[in-house]
């Protein structure tokens, strides 16, 4: 049958594979802890996860991990918090800042792409060190406006952050992710070395695995190569790369930054997912309970939704969700503030403020005395 | 469900734990049945009525032949207690039989398409309008016509234990569940290696006794074949499909680059798959059969094929080879260089219905045929270097696989066309991947010669294992299914 192949020889006893374990898992579990600390992280005061890296967790972890001053309180949302249309200085977390005063004591930890049942996986894997501190929740009713957005359809459809939404239980009809993703997507998120893994990836190699890397193109026609010849090691400059300063998508001489409409009224019929039915509604469920089990004292905030884009006839059916959102949080002893739709004018889209509807917004806030009884709780503990 | 694959290291977790519990009872062979079965139907339940079919036929007419007498035998026919002896059939009838009825589904699931399309062009050409239907049509209860995976491995297989049961060299296996396990063992059902009976089925016959090697030993061939497949072939699929996708706009460097790496990309590919077969039968204690053995490092054509698919090329060898060379014996030379053809000639078809396999199977039988001789002479064997000989024998595999990867025929000599006239210009290729390349390539060299002794060092050893698994976390992109699975 031939000569013993090279496989053959490489064949491992007991003891070298021991020596194997002895070298990979120290490596494996003392990576990421080194690199955190040889790794220039820049943050500061209106720091938000930069767009481009809004798939790199073990980042936004260690982002979380930074927040070491107990008094400062953590923002958590969807891109309603990040700050879809605006420049850092214009979202929510920046005028909370403004009105109290400080500088960085309410800290953006809102995701681009995000919605409940990602951030539920985010919290549970990635958020540990989210614990007994101050977090103000952005509830976002958008997630219940149809069955698409709830992910409860039946019709598969692709979204963002898939690896984060729950693989198995309970089922979201819309995912149709073979078994073997699921299971991927399941030992990702309990593996910090291949989050690790990831963050290199998304902040060095544009979101792509080395291979994949060294064959980028650039677009063109016909297609250039650059990192054909490009030392992969030179790439990484061990610095986490900044949100480019210069945001033509954002801010307000963007011009993405203007009213959703001319006359500030519209009609659309939102094919509204009840309470009851809805995956998003019972996934926020899930994070408060994990974040308050976790000794944190969560603030819920319900909007801002856009009420004026909605059909006189179809509103009803959104205040009863919102009122019942509100009702299950009075119920469960839960801070909460329902600030008033802000003038048509203020907003993007339909949940999306523009900078002075982020203003208005933290200062309708901070009027409200839940706010200020629960700024001035003493207790973390719920 | 993929080796690579978490859903397949869930599967073992399973499967092992409770497979070792059963190690006292009959049953242990019960559970690996189930669980091949299972693992086989996860790609289409379908497909588990060809593996089925297979074993009860092969099952049954073995046991028939059992009952006739031996060939040569008719004297003892003659004499034999009972009219009824002479009445059956004789032994070489029921291999027919098995042989037809063996090949049917691998014939109507393979190549029914090909010969329908083939023989309607040629009907076309004669002016003839006769329509042949479409074997998809011809499917029952609306079950699509799809390829069963591995169809071609496990028919084969089976095959082989016929055809050895027949020329004496195998008993006949009485228990149907081991004979079972046998063609549709999970490890190998998909991609092989082609085991025999005389290896593999004694090997059912009782509980494996399972050392702490099996477990050093299967880890280990995992994990290479793990790397091989995730981190080498995973990484030049990507430059092979970018050239091969669109061969009319790749300069020469390109297609001759491109061509080398998909030689590369399916050693590593299948040979990982292998490697992970054996790692896993390992882990349950069963021996397979070994498959590849450093090709690249192949000194001739013949060389090659006793160190790639192995146990594809003894099987050719052995029931097509053989017979067609003492066959055709008298007419010597030409007589073993017919046989060659011929023989690579069905190896070439055995991959796959398209005209691209049989040029390939076509050029390695005349390759063969034209060198055979020569690659005995001691000329040959001592006076020519071996890095010529190995670069000889890579260059023309290398070319060969142009037909084995093109799309079509039309690529194909798109391809061989551009690599002798197309500009030369920068092929566009990776510093990273010819580096990963060479290594591996030295790896290998240095195996097989008188510097090996360094490989076999602990720490060598031990640093290479930590290479691969931190590799496999960095450079892994995917892997996607493997390119054997089609055949």
Known sequence: MGKESPTEKTLLNACQWLAVLAIVLPVVWLTPRLWERIERYDTGPDYRVPYELSNDYWLYSRRLRQVSDPNQIVVLGDSVVWGEYVLPDGTLSHFLNQESGAADRYINAGVNGFFPLALEGLITYYGQSLCHRKVVLQCNVLWMTSPKADLSSEKEEPFNHSRLVPQFHPRIPCYRADANERFSAIIECRAGFLAWVNHLQNAYFGQKSLPQWTLQDDGGSPPRYP???????????????????????????????KPWSEDGRGSTQFEWVGLDASLQWQALQRVIATLRGRGN????????????????????????IRDGVAAWLAENRIP??????????????????????????????????????????????? | MLFHTWSFLLFLLIVLPIFFALRKTRLWLVWLLTVSYFFYGR??????????????????????????PEEGDEAGGLTSPTRLTRLTPNRGVWLAIALVANLLPLLFFKYARFV?????????????????????????????????????FFTFQSMSYVIDFYLGKVERERNVLRFANFVCFFPIVMSGPIERAGHLLPQFHQFPAIRLHNFT???????????????????????????YDNPASCGAPALILGTVAFGWQLFFDFSGYTDMARGVAKLMGFDLLQNFNSPYLATGIGDFWRRWHISFSRWILDYIFMPLQMYWRDWRYAGTAAALVITFLVSGIWHGAAWTFIIWGALHGLGL????????????????????????????????????RADSLGDALVIVRRMFTAAWRDP????????????????????????????????????????????????????????????
């Not at chain 1, 004292?297 to 009863?320: C, K, Q, S, T």
């Not at chain 1, 982020?358 to 207790?379: C, D, E, H, M, S």
């Not at chain 2, 002016?127 to 499917?139: E, Y």
């Open chain 1, 227 to 257: 990192n054909l010849w490009r030392n992969p090691l030179r790439q990484i400059t061990l610095v986490v790369p900044s949100a480019p300063q210069d945001d033509s998508q954002r801010g307000p001489t963007s011009p993405r930054h």
């Open chain 1, 297 to 320: 004292n969560v603030l819920v905030v319900l909007g801002p939704f856009n009420e004026h884009m909605m059909a006189e006839d179809n509103r009803p059916a959104y205040r009863r």
């Open chain 2, 116 to 152: 329908s399309e083939n023989l309607s062009a040629v009907l076309s050409l004669l002016h003839l309008s006769v329509k042949l239907p479409d074997p998809s049509s011809l499917m029952p209860f609306g079950i699509r016509y799809v390829l069963p995976v591995g169809i071609s």
């Open chain 2, 217 to 243: 030993d299967g880890l280990s061939l995992f994990l290479v074949g793990l790397f091989k497949k995730l981190a080498l072939a995973g990484y030049l699929s990507l430059y092979v499909e970018r050239v």
């Open chain 2, 428 to 487: 566009q290729v990776p510093a990273l991947m010819l580096v990963l390349v060479a290594l591996v390539w030295l790896y290998e060299y240095v195996n097989e010669s008188k510097l090996r002794r360094v490989l076999e060092i602990s720490v060598v050893r031990v640093g290479l294992a930590v290479v691969m698994v931190i590799s496999l976390c960095l450079f892994s992109s995917g892997g996607g299914t493997f390119i054997y699975f089609q055949f």
């Open chain 2, 369 to 404: 045929a034209a060198t055979f001789a020569l690659e005995r002479s001691a000329y040959y064997r001592k006076r020519v270097p071996t890095l010529l000989k190995q670069a000889g024998t890579f260059c023309f595999v290398s070319f060969t696989w142009i037909f084995f």
């Open chain 2, 43 to 68: 790609w289409n339940p379908y497909s588990l009525l060809v593996v089925l079919y297979i074993t009860v036929l092969d099952y049954f007419l073995v046991a028939l032949m059992e009952r006739c």
């Open chain 1, 336 to 382: 909460h503030v329902v600030p008033e739709t802000l003038p048509s004018a203020l907003y993007a889209d339909a949940s999306h403020p523009l900078t002075e509807g982020y203003a208005l917004l933290a200062k309708r806030i901070v009027a409200k005395p839940t706010f200020q009884n629960w700024l001035t709780g003493t207790t973390n503990r719920p």
